[in-house]
């Protein structure tokens, strides 16, 4: 696992590089944003831990900057205890965490792991006994199947809403008519039951809705 | 010349083609019917892979396709429909039936199995859709192959395709049922 580490106190980011290496972790140290910035564009990382405060682009500025290159590796800020306005600056910014100075290094052991393990399941959802790998186009439950993309998207809707979803609603997502969706949603009953699943598609009124049968 | 089934062979025949007959009666359901008695050779080869002596008794008790017919369906329903039809059948006693479809195997593979009983002969059915029956060779051809550089990804591939056009059986089959019951 590859990880920058921003941060411009030296002894801090020594410090912190021979923690994370003893973790198993490959550690990129950046001075400041701009080296940052140089990094990230060279290299790969599973997660990121940027301090605000640094010298010639701040953290917040360059995690902006990151997020507009269309990279979503996971990031953690480092932030001076009381600045509420970096904290959530640095969430909306795109951060996925932060952690306040000064901090035990065992929390910070513990929110990367939570953040590796969250971005791990980032492609599949899963509800009941089956599973959706979104990426693979993939329905698992007893047995495995692939799906069309348009499917796949309406299995997920499906999958993550609890209550039922309006037709029309589903029609302009998929930019589909209700016709076709009818047909779609035929498809995923029939798919779900071939890999053993018992959840089926129900249609009522106007909404469908992921049912356990 | 005597084969390895000795005096049995021609009874064996007339039963293989008395039940190919009543099955090509539902014609309409298969894509093509292949049937056969097993060849002496592949019956020796079979024989010494499952370390049982080649002689008559292990080909009759021992091995269950030395009778064997493979219906191939143009859609899903079809299989049931064809299995459920064989199984009706008065002389017919089965023995084993194994659901691949239900129960995928590992590597992809989808297909009926059934093993019947005809005058205290084995007979071994596959029932598959084309779409199963042309993963099945490709899967056959890759399998015989023993020099392979990159197994495990020819397999993740082969089970990807296996995976693919089952969501097309399925797909098929229910643009063909929802045109039968007038909702397309």
């Known amino acids: ?202 249609r009522k009124d106007g909404y469908y809705k992921l049912k356990e049968g | 010349m005597m084969t390895i089934y000795g005096n049995h062979l021609e009874v064996m025949e007339k039963i293989l083609s008395h039940l190919v007959e009543d099955i090509k ?35 009759l008790h021992g091995i269950t396709d030395s009778i064997g017919i493979r219906g191939v369906t143009s859609f899903l329903d079809d299989v049931y429909y064809c299995k459920d039809m064989i199984k009706s059948l008065d002389y017919v006693e089965v023995v084993k039936e194994k659901d691949y479809i239900k129960n995928v195997k590992k590597n992809g593979y989808r297909s009926y199995h059934m093993i019947l009983k005809i005058e205290g002969y084995f007979v071994e059915v596959q029932l598959r859709t084309i779409a199963m029956d042309s993963w099945a060779a490709l899967e056959h051809k890759v399998s015989y192959k023993h020099q392979l550089k990159n197994k495990e990804l020819i397999q993740e591939e082969l089970k990807r395709c296996a995976d693919e056009l089952a969501s097309c059986d399925l797909s098929m089959q229910t643009i063909k049922t929802l045109i039968e019951e007038d909702e397309l």
């Open chain 1, 1 to 202: 696992m590859r990880l920058l580490l921003a941060e411009d106190e030296a002894a801090l980011s020594r410090a912190l590089k021979t923690l994370l290496e003893n973790e198993g972790y490959e550690v990129h140290i950046a001075n400041d944003g701009i080296e940052a910035l140089q990094l990230v564009e060279e290299h790969i990382y599973d997660i990121m831990i940027l301090d605000i405060m640094m010298p010639r682009l701040d953290g917040i500025s360059t995690l902006k900057k990151i997020r507009e290159m269309q990279i979503s590796t996971p990031a953690i800020f480092l932030t001076a205890k009381g600045e509420v306005e970096d904290r959530v600056s640095g969430l909306e910014v795109g951060a996925d965490d932060y952690l306040c100075k000064p901090f035990a290094i065992k929390e910070l052991m513990a929110r990367l792991h939570a953040l590796h393990r969250r971005n791990n399941q980032k492609g599949c959802i899963e509800k009941g006994n089956i599973r959706l790998d979104m990426e693979k186009e993939e329905l698992i439950c007893h047995n495995s199947i692939r799906l069309s993309s348009r499917e796949c998207r309406l299995l997920s809707y499906l999958m993550t809403h609890q209550k039922e979803i309006s037709i029309d609603e589903l029609s302009k997502q998929l930019t589909c008519d209700h016709t076709r969706m009818r047909v779609y949603m035929s498809y995923l009953n029939n798919k779900l039951k071939s890999v053993g699943s018992s959840f089926i598609v129900e």
């Open chain 2, 25 to 59: 009666q539902y014609s309409s359901h298969y894509e093509h019917l292949n049937y056969r008695i097993k060849s002496d050779e592949s019956m020796r080869e079979k024989c010494l892979r499952k370390q049982l002596p080649v002689n008559e008794n292990s080909v």
